[in-house]
């Protein structure tokens, strides 16, 4: 188990993406960290992680309030004695052609998805950096890539996390903290089945492998980047899109 005595924070780990990889890193002997706003979820990921012989902690927060962040930093160093991964997987999208997109509804993208990843990323950056060890992995998007029509809010706070990771990776790897993403493209996941079946096919039109990507791709993805094997990669964006956006 290669996160045997390692400790992980995942956040928006409730479902789907988050809640792969954080299966996934509880199965190599990491110890999680599960962050969500939506508690009765994350307890049952919990459950079904100790059900397997792993040990996972649950923490409800709100990613956008750095007080929040701050306070479920602290309660896994305390529980836990260290952080050695932060995985920035939380985000949500609100969709709408740009002349019609409310205000709300960019800065509410903007909050979650790259203000959220600032805020968990300050909040474990010192004790680090004290370390002398920490990986750092934010979930970025094709999107944030490519652009994407009726997606203006979504792409800016996911080309945000590229820039963002970028710097920091410039900033810490003196003290042996890498800092990178992963750009999922087309995931199958809760979310993208609920899509009519002709905007499935036209996005399979477009994938050269001629498949969606699972969960499972992804996590692996972020598995190596927090591995050893990674140690001398930082600043860096891999795309997981099954040739999509090359």
Request: with cysteine; glycine share 8%; charged share 20%.
């Amino acid at each position: 188990m290669i996160f045997q005595d390692r400790v992980t924070i995942v956040t928006g780990a409730s479902q789907g993406i988050g809640e792969t990889i954080a299966r996934t890193f509880a199965r190599e002997g990491a110890a999680i960290a599960l962050l969500d706003v939506q508690r009765d979820k994350l307890e049952a990921v919990s459950a079904s992680i100790a059900a397997e012989g792993g040990r996972a902690m649950v923490l409800t927060a709100d990613v956008t309030k750095s007080d929040q962040t701050a306070a479920a930093v602290a309660a896994v160093l305390k529980e836990f004695g260290r952080v050695d991964h932060l995985v920035n997987n939380a985000g949500i999208a609100r969709d709408g052609l740009f002349l019609r997109m409310k205000e709300e509804d960019w800065d509410a993208v903007l909050a979650v998805n790259l203000k959220g990843a600032f805020n968990m990323t300050k909040a474990v950056a010192r004790p680090m950096v004290q370390a002398h060890y920490g990986r750092i992995v934010s979930l970025s998007s094709i999107a944030g890539m490519m652009g994407n029509a009726g997606q203006a809010n979504y792409a800016a706070s996911k080309a945000g996390l590229v820039g963002f990771s970028k710097s920091l990776a410039r900033e810490l790897a003196s003290r042996n903290v890498t800092v990178n993403c992963v750009a999922p493209g087309f995931i199958a996941t809760a979310m993208t089945a609920a899509l009519p079946e002709n905007v499935q096919n036209s996005f399979l039109d477009v994938i050269p492998m001629g498949r969606f990507g699972q969960p499972e791709d992804v996590a692996q993805a972020v598995r190596f980047l927090c591995s050893e094997d990674a140690a001398y990669i930082t600043g860096q964006v891999i795309n997981i899109n099954g040739g999509m956006y090359m």
